[in-house]
């Protein structure tokens, strides 16, 4: 059975920043195309990055240049820095494959307060 595994959110202020990472276990992880997503309290949960399995990244117009996704298919871990953040990025942030294909892991809470 797959697992995913988010880790590295945190409390931090505007304009801080933050590396989230998303461990894979139980299954191949570089052919797949991997994306970041968050849910904020009351809204469904929405793409924010992707990148695929040769390493083309896309974002939604929020975070351009200001997050960065990237991938270690040898330790099946999906990355993503975020600079420069913004209270409106709070959010609950999941990893998984680009047509959420496996079973969310519990997720890492992203808090951005003054």
């Known amino acids: 059975q797959v697992q995913l595994v988010e880790s590295g959110g945190g409390l931090v202020q505007p304009g801080d920043s933050l590396r989230l990472s998303c461990a894979a276990s139980?299954?191949?992880?570089?052919?797949?195309?991997m994306a970041w997503y968050r849910q904020a309290p009351g809204k469904q949960r929405d793409l924010v990055a992707s990148i695929t399995a040769g390493g083309n990244t896309n974002y939604i117009d929020s975070v351009k240049g200001r997050f960065i996704i990237s991938r270690d298919n040898a330790k099946k871990t999906a990355y993503l820095q975020m600079n420069s953040l913004k209270p409106d990025d709070t959010a609950v942030y999941y990893c998984?494959?680009?047509?959420?294909?496996?079973?969310w892991g519990q997720g890492t809470q992203v808090t951005v307060s003054s």
């Open positions: 139980g299954t191949n992880f570089s052919p797949y195309a």
């Open positions: 998984n494959t680009i047509n959420r294909r496996w079973s």
